[in-house]
């Protein structure tokens, strides 16, 4: 239990329900919004909603960033985040925010080295151009891009510069039922790592790099 993740949690401009949910994972998660690892029948218990509906405002709490995964934990449940410094950095970018304005602040899924201290970076016209591009897409298949979300979206469009890269990208979220940025970023990671594919096809590996994944595993 964190007494620091849920003072944080109540402070929040939320829907009553995401917030509720949102505290039933605070109350597990360490001083800096980590380690969260309950199944979804323990916050359905804590919150007393059904576990369907606490499914549903979890995919609320991850397309809007407000919960970000960071794998499994050892009892195979999904492992979360609360990222606590990324919130307070856009609310005070931002600090008239109005609940109406933001019903959910971001998505996010993202993974923390492209949502935690970036180097300082000009704003270039490509990469407002990149941002901007990213901020359709995501609009168009997310919802609202809040400050938060902006930031997020500038940090990808840094990570992966090709832009020709992003349509196809949410188009295979998408055709995945992958509603979230960090579900994107995880298909550019990929596409980063290995190439993108060509006609549907993935690139062959070279020998080196099975003999590097497979010592690496």
Known sequence: MSVEAMAFVWKLKLPHDEKFVLLAYADNANDNGGNIFPALLTV????????????????????????????????????????????????????????SATPSMLQTATKPSLTTNQPSIEEDDDLIKRTDILSKLYQESFGAVTALVKNLLRNVAISYPDQSWYAPAFEVAAKNNGRSLSYVEKILENWKRDGKPKNGKKPQLSIEEKIRRFVEA
């Open 44 to 99: 359905a218990k804590k919150t007393g909603y059904s576990k369907r509906s606490v499914q549903d405002i979890t995919k609320k709490l991850e397309t809007h960033g407000f919960l970000v995964r960071n794998g499994k934990s050892k009892h195979a449940t999904t492992l979360w985040r609360i990222p606590m410094a990324e919130i307070a950095m856009a609310e005070q970018n931002q600090p008239s925010m109005s609940q």
